[in-house]
């Protein structure tokens, strides 16, 4: 079963606005990822938060994690076109090391 | 540079075949996943690894088995392919221990089976 779930599902902005992405799961978490597809390719780790930490920076990306109300959020600032991929947040809900993956967000951004 | 590699791109195979997809890791990772990836399905895990011979099923392990001979090689194995099968194949790896688990994947295997 999918313990992440993002919101909204797709996304379509102007470079240079910033795009928001929610994911809420079910569980207790030890840490929260969120990680970028490019079309047809692998996934590549963006950022972890932990369950003890409420917001975290790198780069252009900022997530947010409110673990009361079990759900995250990822905001890109001043968005480019290379920023279109889908985006998935994963947790690690099932505890053992093992990443359940959200359906995932997908992000198109117009030049 | 960090490195999963998965064999193949892309497979073509015919219904009811034996189908080997490897997946080798050069970071000394405990962890290795399979995870198979469908539109509006996100990425389900099909088996998990955490140690060399040792193997959980995840989700969806029906019609799928796996090999861990090796700690840098973990092998999904579709006894007899069907066309249901057909999908992103995505391999994983991850060290241990619950403070950081950041998986590294492969580019993926997309396979269609006819």
Known sequence: S????????????????NATMNCSYKTSINNLQWYRQNSGRGLVHLILIRSN????????????????????SLLIT???????????CATDAYGNNRLAFGKGNQVVVIP | DVKVTQSSRYLVKRTGEKVFLECVQDMDHEN????????????????F?????MKEKGDIPEGYSVSREKKERFSLILESASTNQTSMYLCASSLQGFMNTEAFFGQGTRLTVV
């Open chain 1, 53 to 72: 930490e409420r917001e975290k920076h790198s780069g252009r990306l900022r997530v947010t994690l409110d673990t009361s109300k079990k759900s995250s």
């Open chain 1, 2 to 17: 999918q313990q992440g779930e993002e919101d909204p599902q797709a996304l379509s902005i102007q470079e240079g606005e």
């Open chain 1, 78 to 88: 001043a968005s480019r076109a290379a920023d279109t991929a889908s985006y998935f």
């Open chain 2, 32 to 47: 290795m996943f399979w995870y198979r990836q469908d539109p509006g399905l996100g990425l389900r895990l099909i088996y």
């Open chain 2, 49 to 53: 690894s955490y140690d060399v011979k």
